[in-house]
Protein backbone atom coordinates (compact mmCIF):
# COMPACT_ATOMS: atom_id res chain seq x y z
CA UNK A 1 0.00 0.00 0.00
CA UNK A 2 1.25 3.47 -1.23
CA UNK A 3 1.45 5.88 2.13
CA UNK A 4 3.56 9.19 2.39
CA UNK A 5 4.34 10.47 5.58
CA UNK A 6 4.99 14.54 6.58
CA UNK A 7 7.34 15.48 8.91
CA UNK A 8 8.93 18.49 10.19
CA UNK A 9 6.37 20.95 11.33
CA UNK A 10 6.43 23.24 14.24
CA UNK A 11 6.33 26.64 15.35
CA UNK A 12 8.68 28.99 14.12
CA UNK A 13 8.76 33.10 14.27
CA UNK A 14 8.54 35.04 11.48
CA UNK A 15 11.92 34.99 9.38
CA UNK A 16 12.90 31.53 10.34
CA UNK A 17 13.40 28.16 9.02
CA UNK A 18 11.92 24.32 8.81
CA UNK A 19 12.77 21.67 6.60
CA UNK A 20 9.33 18.92 6.33
CA UNK A 21 9.79 15.73 4.77
CA UNK A 22 8.10 13.57 3.04
CA UNK A 23 9.41 10.07 3.84
CA UNK A 24 7.51 6.89 1.91
CA UNK A 25 6.86 3.22 2.86
CA UNK A 26 4.95 0.57 0.79
CA UNK A 27 7.01 2.00 -2.44
CA UNK A 28 9.75 3.33 -4.14
CA UNK A 29 9.88 7.04 -5.11
CA UNK A 30 12.05 6.44 -7.75
CA UNK A 31 9.26 6.29 -10.25
CA UNK A 32 7.64 9.01 -9.20
CA UNK A 33 7.12 12.74 -8.82
CA UNK A 34 6.09 13.87 -5.10
CA UNK A 35 4.55 17.71 -4.88
CA UNK A 36 4.18 19.85 -1.80
CA UNK A 37 0.84 20.91 -1.15
CA UNK A 38 -0.73 23.39 1.60
CA UNK A 39 -3.77 24.18 3.19
CA UNK A 40 -4.58 27.32 5.41
CA UNK A 41 -8.00 27.43 7.79
CA UNK A 42 -10.64 28.42 5.69
CA UNK A 43 -8.78 28.52 2.44
CA UNK A 44 -8.31 25.83 -0.51
CA UNK A 45 -5.41 23.30 -1.13
CA UNK A 46 -2.78 25.26 -2.83
CA UNK A 47 0.60 23.86 -4.46
CA UNK A 48 3.68 25.17 -3.12
CA UNK A 49 6.27 22.71 -5.17
CA UNK A 50 6.72 19.73 -7.39
CA UNK A 51 9.81 17.64 -8.31
CA UNK A 52 10.20 14.74 -10.86
CA UNK A 53 11.45 11.55 -9.56
CA UNK A 54 14.53 11.78 -11.66
CA UNK A 55 15.20 14.75 -14.29
CA UNK A 56 15.53 16.97 -11.32
CA UNK A 57 12.73 19.10 -12.38
CA UNK A 58 11.21 21.27 -10.02
CA UNK A 59 8.29 23.65 -10.41
CA UNK A 60 7.30 26.36 -7.35
CA UNK A 61 4.34 28.30 -5.99
CA UNK A 62 5.16 32.32 -7.41
CA UNK A 63 4.25 32.62 -3.40
CA UNK A 64 7.46 30.65 -2.15
CA UNK A 65 10.45 31.10 -5.09
CA UNK A 66 13.66 32.08 -3.71
CA UNK A 67 12.29 30.62 -0.16
CA UNK A 68 11.85 27.04 -0.51
CA UNK A 69 13.87 24.80 -1.45
CA UNK A 70 12.57 21.35 -2.80
CA UNK A 71 14.61 18.67 -2.97
CA UNK A 72 15.03 14.54 -2.81
CA UNK A 73 17.30 11.45 -1.45
CA UNK A 74 16.24 8.15 -3.31
CA UNK A 75 18.05 6.17 -1.07
CA UNK A 76 16.03 7.53 1.79
CA UNK A 77 13.19 7.47 -0.04
CA UNK A 78 12.05 11.04 1.11
CA UNK A 79 11.34 14.19 -0.30
CA UNK A 80 12.14 17.42 1.45
CA UNK A 81 10.56 20.75 1.49
CA UNK A 82 13.27 23.54 3.11
CA UNK A 83 11.48 26.51 3.51
CA UNK A 84 13.46 30.16 4.89
CA UNK A 85 11.84 33.48 5.42
CA UNK A 86 9.08 31.87 6.34
CA UNK A 87 5.68 34.36 7.06
CA UNK A 88 2.78 34.19 8.44
CA UNK A 89 1.16 33.98 5.40
CA UNK A 90 3.09 30.67 4.98
CA UNK A 91 1.01 29.06 8.17
CA UNK A 92 -0.84 26.12 7.45
CA UNK A 93 -0.90 22.39 7.21
CA UNK A 94 1.55 21.05 4.81
CA UNK A 95 0.85 17.67 2.34
CA UNK A 96 3.23 15.70 0.02
CA UNK A 97 1.06 13.30 -2.45
CA UNK A 98 2.88 11.42 -5.44
CA UNK A 99 2.47 12.52 -9.45
CA UNK A 100 4.14 11.10 -12.76
CA UNK A 101 5.36 14.12 -14.30
CA UNK A 102 5.35 17.79 -12.11
CA UNK A 103 4.85 19.23 -16.08
CA UNK A 104 1.89 17.43 -16.70
CA UNK A 105 0.30 17.80 -13.02
CA UNK A 106 1.21 21.12 -12.64
CA UNK A 107 -0.71 22.27 -8.95
CA UNK A 108 -3.80 20.02 -10.53
CA UNK A 109 -4.45 18.25 -6.93
CA UNK A 110 -6.72 15.63 -9.37
CA UNK A 111 -3.41 14.23 -10.84
CA UNK A 112 -1.78 13.38 -7.13
CA UNK A 113 -2.47 10.60 -4.88
CA UNK A 114 -1.52 8.77 -1.82
CA UNK A 115 -1.78 11.94 0.27
CA UNK A 116 0.24 12.02 3.20
CA UNK A 117 -1.81 13.48 6.79
CA UNK A 118 -0.33 16.39 6.61
CA UNK A 119 2.09 18.14 9.44
CA UNK A 120 0.91 21.79 10.63
CA UNK A 121 3.14 25.07 10.35
CA UNK A 122 2.68 28.11 12.47
CA UNK A 123 4.31 30.95 11.84
CA UNK A 124 4.23 33.47 14.35
CA UNK A 125 6.22 35.80 16.85
Known amino acids: QLQLVESGGGLVQPGGSLTLSCAASGFTLDYYAIGWFRQAPGKEREGVSC????????NYADSVKGRFTISRDNAKNTVYLQMNSLRPEDTAVYYC??????????????????WGQGTQVIVSS
Open 51 to 58: INSSSGVT
Open 97 to 114: AATHLCEYSGFDLTFFGS
